[in-house]
């Protein structure tokens, strides 16, 4: 156990090693217990006004039951505050997941967020409530919609089959009553988003105070260890890692836009065009390259392939011949499923392309490494086109 956030949090669990719950994770199921992330809920007619301020996101066009990733972000400079996902539950009501190590500069920011969009935009009401003591629990892995579907009270209300990654529906899920043994209770509707941070396919799952620990027992009880497995923060970085995601406060923090990350693409298209959110001035001229009369970005966020032993935060990366410095790692660890180790990090702009050879210092050592596409390791989200 280890301190984080004002929590205790697990590292790993005592029937597996942090590089086999990786691999049970990518094979099978594992269960998060992610319940320190902040949940939020915001509604009113100000809400997605609000949101399409503070955020890049095309929120307007953003359909009831679907989620986006997104930045919060600093007026002017277009730093990241946070990075959060939104999903709409209504025509006025969005729900959303920050980082629990933001959490109160996150509360601070939208607080006066909230004051001065109302002060401006009179008559747009926005009601916002931090959902304290929820339970957020990620399902991962290949197995993870056989084992929801197997639980849902009326399975043929939810098919999880016709449900596609970013989006979410209300269930109710037959749970372990925490009274009388071997009995079932029906859950009051739970808020589930085919969603998470490893890659794989898997489900988030937002539950009210009294019945996170049943529905975490009740998972664990249906399904069985021979398919569903307790998982902690080890397995939940390098899984992460793998799939080319940002951790807040090393890969992303207040002086990083979404461009220099390698996030462009929570930038709306349609935001491309009016901007009217913090940081336009910067975002829209750094998305434009220098010759077609934008800025450019003087940095990138980029993957790596490092021989050797693997390169941690920190690490200062060299040109490929070791004259000078272009950049500091960011994340690193040995990859479980490739058996190689992995990093990411941030360099001068025209080291940046796939292949390009460099050095990276690692205790003392300069070591030969290679910029990767990432994910290093393919997602296997559960895409398609649902019905309006």
Not at 19 to 32: C, I, M, N, Y
Not at 339 to 367: L, P
């Amino acid at each position: 156990m280890v301190p984080f956030a004002g929590y205790s949090m697990p590292v790993q669990y005592a029937d597996l090693s942090v590089s086999e719950s990786h691999r049970w994770t990518r094979e099978k199921a594992s269960l998060f217990d992610v319940g320190h992330m902040v949940q939020h809920r915001l509604s009113g007619a100000g809400a997605a006004g609000l949101l399409e301020k503070i955020t890049p996101a095309s929120i307007g066009s953003l359909g009831v039951h679907q989620s986006t990733l997104a930045c919060l972000l600093h007026p002017a400079t277009g730093g990241i505050v946070d990075d959060t996902v939104i999903t709409r539950l209504g025509p006025q009501l969005f729900y959303m997941v920050t980082n629990a190590a933001c959490r109160e500069k996150d509360t601070a920011y939208l607080a006066e967020n909230i004051e001065r969009y109302t002060s401006s935009n009179s008559g747009e009401k926005i009601d916002w409530e931090i959902l304290d003591g929820w339970g957020l629990i990620a399902l991962q892995g290949p197995l993870s919609a056989s084992i929801l579907q197997h639980i849902l009270a009326v399975p043929e209300d939810a098919d999880l089959s016709k449900m596609y990654f970013g989006q979410s529906k209300f269930i109710n899920a037959r749970l372990l009553s925490e009274e009388q043994q071997g009995k079932e209770e029906i859950s009051d509707p739970i808020l589930v988003s085919r969603a998470g941070y490893t890659g794989e396919d898997g489900f988030e799952i937002s539950v009210p105070p009294s019945r996170t620990v049943a529905l975490a027992k009740t998972l664990l009880q249906h399904a069985g260890p021979d398919k569903l497995r307790l998982a902690g923060l080890g397995a939940r970085d390098s899984l992460r890692l793998e799939a080319g995601m940002c951790l807040y406060g090393h890969d992303l923090d207040d002086t990083t836009t979404p461009i220099e990350a390698g996030l462009a693409w929570t930038v709306g298209k349609d935001r491309r065009i009016g901007g009217g959110f913090h940081g336009h001035e910067t975002i829209l001229r750094q998305i434009k390259p220098v010759k077609e009369g934008g800025s450019g970005v003087s940095r990138r966020r980029v993957g790596f392939i490092v021989d050797g032993a693997p390169a941690r935060e920190g690490a200062e990366i060299l040109d490929g011949k070791g004259e000078e410095g272009i950049g500091k790692i960011t994340s690193g660890c040995p990859s479980p499923t490739l058996g190689k180790n992995i990093a990411m990090g941030y360099v001068r702009s025209g080291f940046h392309k796939a292949g390009t050879e460099v050095q990276i210092v690692v205790r003392g050592k300069r070591r030969k490494a290679v910029v990767t596409k990432m994910p290093f390791v393919p997602s296997k989200y559960v895409k398609g086109t649902a019905p309006a």
